[in-house]
């Protein structure tokens, strides 16, 4: 059993900044990239950022410069720091991981989510 939990969502004004946080747990062997994505009401879901195992992040165009994105392999942890916020940034915010088990099955796993409201 893999699990992905998430923290640091919240409610914060246009301007303000937000962390979030995900860490994996479980049977896990390697985990190759891992990331966010955001689903705002009425829209499909869509990736924001993510970062594979010692390489570069990768964003969106609608958060760079704004997000970054970091993850610590010795912690299977993933951070993303968000800036700068605005009330489209609004959503819930979902993270994703590419994790091989310890029977060494790669899947596709993601976290319960958590809201992020930014205020105008």
């Known amino acids: 059993q893999v699990q992905l939990v998430e923290s640091g969502g919240g409610l914060v004004q246009a301007g303000g900044s937000l962390r979030l946080s995900c860490a994996a747990s479980?049977?896990?062997?390697?985990?190759?990239?891992m990331g966010w994505y955001r689903q705002a009401p009425g829209k499909q879901r869509e990736l924001v950022a993510f970062i594979r195992s010692g390489g570069n992040p990768n964003y969106d165009d609608s958060v760079k410069g704004r997000f970054a994105i970091s993850r610590d392999n010795a912690k299977n942890t993933v951070l993303l720091q968000m800036n700068s916020l605005k009330p489209e940034d609004t959503a819930v915010y979902y993270c994703?991981?590419?994790?091989?088990?310890?029977?060494?099955?790669?899947?596709?796993?993601w976290g319960q989510g958590t809201q992020v409201t930014v205020s105008s």
């Open positions: 994703n991981a590419r994790i091989a088990s310890t029977s060494l099955v790669v899947y596709d796993y």
């Open positions: 479980g049977n896990i062997f390697s985990i190759s990239a």
